[in-house]
């Protein structure tokens, strides 16, 4: 199940970038965005959650799974800093 979530969630942000107007990283990010509400309503469907479970969901569960499940907090780049910046794991 994880893998097929990633997937669709790469997926669903790579045809949005790529749909985009033009290249600028705030029209890209828009785009990417818009991929995102796409995506909320499919965790809604898909989970059954309320509002503030999806809310914490993407804000804090999405990151720190990534961070997790790739091991990412054991790499030191730039990326991986990136993601891991000011996260605690409980």
Not at 10 to 31: N, Q
Request: proline letters at 3%; glycine letters at 12%.
């Amino acid at each position: 199940m994880v893998e097929h979530f990633f997937v669709r969630v790469r997926t669903c942000l790579e045809r949005a970038a790529a749909e985009a107007r033009d290249s600028s990283p705030e029209v890209v990010l828009g785009a990417m965005g818009d991929a995102y509400a796409r995506l909320v309503e499919y965790v809604r469907g898909a989970s059954g959650g309320g509002e503030e479970q999806i809310r914490e969901f993407f804000a804090r569960g999405m990151p720190c799974h990534l961070i997790v499940s790739t091991g990412a907090d054991a790499v030191d780049a730039p990326g991986t800093r990136t993601l891991a910046a000011g996260m605690r794991h409980r």
